[in-house]
């Protein structure tokens, strides 16, 4: 096997180094366990997860309190060691995962003819869970650092279990399980949880991985390696970066950098004992500024004979979401006012794939978009008045949304504005005039095998 920017001799060295070093590697890994699991008086084990606002038909479904109780414990399926790929290969076994919580869910039409709300706790569990996949590596001073996860999770099937009480002393439990067919509660639910799983996952490789010295592991070997990593890290940002320059003016050339994402509606109880309902429509919303869309930090290359992945983290830097025009209506008032949101921290994993075999016809795809973290998100509600006691409600309703619908929008438009980018670029180099020569000169470097 020959490696771009690799000799054969010294390709074999790393395989060889594979072989003696795999080993360490896992039984580090596996110690790393063993200690989160005698700590777990002492480490954090319940992990909080943001509410869920689902509208089904005219049905109304709030999530909250959701929180999974849920000690590390990745057992090893594979675990491969790949330099000249610069990546690890990756399978674990994770096992059974719940998410436990409460719900409220009612019906906006009959509001005013039957204003029925139905309340009680939720529990989802995943059974036999898995995930499988490429971490890249990159170096930093003497360490490997695993940087980018391009991962997939799998689960035999999920069930929804939910719980109330019809008197004082009757509890009504109800399940549906799902295997292969949608179970839309437990989707929303499973891409929060795999988010702090692949996130905990990072920590714990990092802490392992960190450990060994790259100039110790390669026998003082290592500085062509580390040419390597620098050369194909380069290559795969210019190329990010051309394609993230192109989606960017696109975006704003289109006038495409405001998202208008849709409202959602809400009925809500000043006290659960109350007998007066209220409504709050939130109007539609705007997200703000996704020309502020950015790389994050450095991106992971592979490539073999047939294609070429580029993968790693983008950001919106000013990610505004806004509500300028919400009302409610409660037991008599009648309010108006705004809702404010920023996140601080959004991480979304992105995967393009290029056909080497199809360079000249400009074979180009978005292969995944994922949010990989949304935390820090501050929410500014104006105009609530005497209902100043419903502000906690609407953060929570904003965020719940914007995890159960807006997000998925924002992706689309995101992976719309990246598929133009890449095959227009690709475009460029089969143009006649001039600068297309440039074009083409840029696609040869990133295509070469040498």
Known sequence: M???????????????FHSTSEAN??????????????????????????????????????????????????????????????????EFKIGDLTVTGNYETNNLKLRNVLPVTNTGTVTVNYLNAELKGRVGLL???????????????????????????????????NQVTAEQEEQIIADKIWIQLTEEITNILRETLREVIVEFSVEESLGNEDELLREYVVSQTRKANALFDVLLCSAKDHLVESKLQILETPGFEVLYKGKPSSTITGIFDSGRGLIKDLSSLSRLSDLSLFEDEHQLLVYGTLTIRDFRHDYENFSTTF?????????????????????????????????????????????????DTSGLGSLSWLIPNTQSWLIGHLRATTLDI?????????????????????????????????????????
């Open 25 to 90: 590697f896992v039984y580090a890994f596996n110690n790393a366990m063993a200690r989160k699991h005698r700590r777990k008086n002492f480490i954090k084990t319940i992990h909080d997860l943001h509410p869920v606002l689902l509208a089904i038909a005219n049905t109304n479904i709030q999530l909250t309190n959701l929180q999974s109780s849920w000690l590390p414990d990745y057992k090893i399926q594979t675990f491969s060691i790949n330099l000249p790929k610069l990546c690890l290969d990756i």
């Open 331 to 379: 037991d008599g008032n009648h309010l108006t006012g705004s809702l404010k949101a920023q996140i601080y921290e959004l991480k979304i994993f992105v995967k393009l794939s290029f056909d080497r075999n199809e360079e000249k016809n400009g074979k180009a795809k978005v292969e995944k978009l994922e949010v990989r973290s949304l935390r820090g998100i501050h929410v």
């Open 410 to 450: 924002l992706l689309k438009r995101i992976e719309s504005v990246f598929s133009y980018a890449t095959n227009n670029e690709l475009k460029k180099s089969q143009a006649q005039y001039p600068e297309g020569e440039n074009s083409r000169q840029f696609w040869r470097n990133i295509f070469s095998k040498n």
């Open 139 to 173: 170096i930093e001073g003497d360490s490997f650092m695993p940087e980018n996860f391009d991962v997939e999770y799998s689960k035999e099937k999920s069930e929804v279990i939910v719980s109330y009480y019809v008197d004082k002393d009757t509890k009504v439990e």
């Open 2 to 16: 020959v490696v771009a920017g690799l000799s054969t001799t010294y390709t074999a060295n790393l395989i060889e």
